[in-house]
């Protein structure tokens, strides 16, 4: 055999086995993302008293990572008055943790009137309705800094006020093609939030909810917790409002 054809031969060769190798650690990353899912689907079975099985996760829906890092949360500050963007598993959750807190509320906005049917049926079913209020806010055009965005209507927070944990995995992007959809959460609520108050962001390791967080850091007085990239599927970064 020539000496260019063998030397053909062997980079084709070395090239299958990079690609064989970049392959199985694929599968791996998957074996240990699948793992940890379903540990802390466990741990949340585990630590809440459930009247029924919590829906389908992942996907558009909260991971179990997120779920159990929200419950971990929510037993830490013990909040008195949760505002969730973007109803589900997680409305469930915080629900169940606060009933068995004995105080405070939850009140959960969605975009859509049929995503919050779905939720209200599984509150019923959950027997914990009495901990959560739902409210569908339809997207409206808000005015922020001479720029339009389409975000939750406001008239569904007029009444709010000593929010001090704050869940935002909305509005939904795959329903909205406006870039840093979730950036009005800030604008239009910092001046509801307590100091001190908590902020949890699901989908945290998208490029817009990145630059969403530096915009949010720049423009108020918040710091960044703590960022747990590693450690959830979607990503989630921590903040909490200073004073």
Same mark, same amino acid.
């Given at each position: 055999?020539?000496?260019?054809?063998?030397?053909?031969?062997?980079?084709?060769?070395?090239?299958?086995?990079?690609?064989?190798?970049?392959?199985?650690?694929?599968?791996?990353?998957?074996?240990?993302?699948?793992?940890?899912?379903?540990?802390?689907?466990?741990?949340?079975?585990?630590?809440?008293?459930?009247?029924?099985?919590?829906?389908?996760?992942?996907?558009?829906?909260? $991971?179990?990572? !997120?779920? @159990?890092?929200?419950?971990?949360? /929510? +037993?830490?500050? =013990?909040?008195?008055?949760? &505002?969730? *963007?973007?109803?589900?598993?997680?409305?469930?959750?915080?629900?169940?943790?606060?009933?068995?807190?004995?105080?405070?509320?939850?009140?959960?906005?969605?975009? $859509?009137?049929? !995503?919050? @049917?779905?939720?209200?049926?599984? /509150? +019923?079913?959950? =027997?914990?309705?009495?901990? &959560?209020? *739902?409210?569908?806010?339809?997207?409206?055009?808000?005015?922020?800094?001479?720029?339009?965005?389409?975000?939750?209507?406001?008239?569904?927070?007029?009444?709010?006020?000593?929010?001090?944990?704050?869940?935002?995995?909305?509005?939904?992007?795959?329903?909205?093609?406006?870039?840093? &959809?979730?950036?009005?959460?800030?604008?239009?609520?910092?001046?509801?939030?307590?100091?001190?108050?908590?902020?949890?962001?699901?989908?945290?390791?998208?490029?817009?909810?990145?630059?969403?967080?530096?915009r949010w850091l720049a423009e108020f007085d918040l710091t960044l917790v703590r960022d747990y990239s590693y450690e959830t599927e979607k990503g989630a970064k921590l903040l909490q409002k200073n004073g």
């Amino acid at each position: 055999m020539p000496e260019r054809e063998l030397t053909d031969n062997i980079a084709a060769l070395m090239a299958k086995l990079d690609a064989i190798q970049a392959q199985q650690q694929a599968i791996l990353e998957e074996q240990r993302q699948h793992y940890r899912q379903v540990e802390s689907l466990l741990s949340l079975y585990a630590q809440l008293t459930l009247n029924a099985p919590l829906p389908p996760m992942r996907g558009y829906a909260i $991971s179990p990572d !997120f779920g @159990a890092l929200l419950l971990e949360q /929510l +037993r830490l500050r =013990q909040p008195h008055c949760v &505002v969730e *963007l973007g109803s589900g598993v997680s409305t469930l959750i915080s629900g169940y943790t606060l009933l068995k807190q004995g105080a405070g509320r939850v009140i959960s906005i969605d975009q $859509s009137a049929e !995503f919050s @049917a779905t939720v209200a049926q599984n /509150l +019923r079913q959950h =027997q914990i309705e009495s901990a &959560v209020t *739902l409210r569908t806010a339809p997207l409206k055009p808000v005015e922020i800094s001479g720029h339009s965005w389409d975000w939750y209507d406001p008239a569904a927070f007029a009444d709010l006020d000593a929010i001090d944990f704050l869940v935002i995995d909305g509005p939904a992007q795959y329903l909205n093609p406006t870039p840093q &959809v979730r950036y009005p959460a800030l604008p239009m609520l910092y001046s509801k939030l307590t100091p001190g108050a908590i902020i949890l962001l699901d989908d945290a390791d998208r490029a817009d909810e990145q630059q969403v967080v530096e915009r949010w850091l720049a423009e108020f007085d918040l710091t960044l917790v703590r960022d747990y990239s590693y450690e959830t599927e979607k990503g989630a970064k921590l903040l909490q409002k200073n004073g």
